[in-house]
């Protein structure tokens, strides 16, 4: 099997931000045109063809969206033997740091293919964490799943056992990509993701639809987050079980946000959170709920009142039973899922 790194190079420590809680974001820079296709073996960093969304429902119904090239780097297990498992790894609202790559690595150690998806460099972003709407979240979800569809085509990896994982923002398109309207976005065909592992994603605001992709979901919590706080995702998950949908929910009761990296807790006063918000964005009609004072609203009210709960503030940081619990509670959620796909 070829490995092809034709005219690409890695470029890190391009900035500092707080979003993800490590000390330092990076970019991957790929200099050679986007590939269609991984049918030649190729590994280590590549560019590939996604979309920018602009609005959730135009994204669920293919819409004409603006084209955007996103870059990613593939790393597969030491001697790989036969076609292997593999995740897709989406970062936080600070772009990809210390943390993507440490998981990336811990995947090849358990015999898993990695795939690092940077969902900023391409669309020259730097970090979103001060203002979110600088990217729709549809766009890291249409990246995951133009990532799924190009690690498919890849003679190592078994195209039946890819899974996703993600981190804050990366964590809502982990989670959301499960809602079958927006796997249809994107896939042409029964391609999904074998299971879906979310860290600490923002679940005040929800998508919702009656139908999932049948993959596993396993969400990962800080009990005192105060930027993606967990009784949300706790009742989410409940919404998504009384679906049909198989979910599994751990909170470490003393862990902020970040909790799984090796980074002190600090204050970020910059960040936006949604942690005082409370809506709903049906994928299934396109109606989009909020409350508000005044009740539940919904249209142009909604969109008002999805800004105005809005407040900046939140804590950040590693907690070390956090980071070493949920490695092994990953793994064996892997395992399991990998494992029913065989």
Not at 8 to 18: E, Q, S, T
Not at 43 to 50: L, N, P, Q
Not at 231 to 244: E, H, V, W
Not at 268 to 286: F, I, W
Request: neutral net charge; charged residues 20%.
């Amino acid at each position: 099997m070829p490995a092809i790194l034709s005219r690409v190079f890695f470029i890190g420590l391009i900035a500092c931000f707080a979003g993800s809680g490590d000390a330092g974001a990076s970019a991957i820079t790929v200099s050679a045109a986007p590939v269609a296709s991984l049918a030649d073996g190729r590994v280590g960093a590549f560019a590939f063809e996604s979309v920018t969304p602009r609005q959730i429902m135009d994204f669920v119904k293919r819409a004409p969206a603006e084209k955007a090239v996103v870059t990613g780097m593939l790393s597969l297990p030491p001697q790989a033997q036969g076609p292997v498992p593999a995740v897709v790894i989406l970062h936080g609202s600070s772009g990809i740091n210390p943390g993507e790559w440490m998981w990336a690595k811990r995947m090849n150690a358990l015999g898993y293919a990695s795939f690092v998806v940077d969902s900023f460099s391409g669309r020259n972003i730097t970090e979103t964490e001060k203002d979110q709407t600088r990217l729709s979240m549809a766009v890291d979800i249409a990246d995951a799943y133009s990532a799924l569809r190009l690690l498919a085509t890849h003679p190592a990896i078994d195209p039946r056992r890819i899974a996703v994982m993600g981190f804050s923002r990366g964590g809502v398109a982990a989670l959301y990509s499960s809602l079958e309207p927006f796997r249809k976005g994107v896939i042409d065909d029964d391609l999904r993701f074998a299971a879906h592992v979310a860290f600490y994603p923002s679940c005040g605001i929800h998508y919702a639809s009656d139908h999932q992709d049948g993959a596993p979901v396993l969400m990962l919590l800080g009990g005192k987050d105060d930027y993606t706080p967990a009784a949300p995702c706790t009742a989410y998950a409940d919404d998504l079980k009384a679906k049909g949908a198989r979910v599994t929910v751990k909170i470490y009761p003393d862990a902020y946000h970040a909790f799984d990296r090796f980074t002190p807790l600090r204050t970020v006063p910059s960040a936006t959170s949604a942690r005082l918000c409370h809506g709903e964005y049906d994928l299934d009609s396109g109606w989009f709920t909020m409350a508000s004072g005044a009740g539940v609203v919904s249209g142009g009210e909604a969109k008002i009142a999805a800004q105005a709960c809005l407040s900046r503030g939140v804590t950040i940081g590693g907690d070390p039973v956090g980071r070493e619990q949920s490695l092994a509670l990953v793994a064996s959620f892997l395992q399991s899922a990998f494992a029913a796909e065989r």
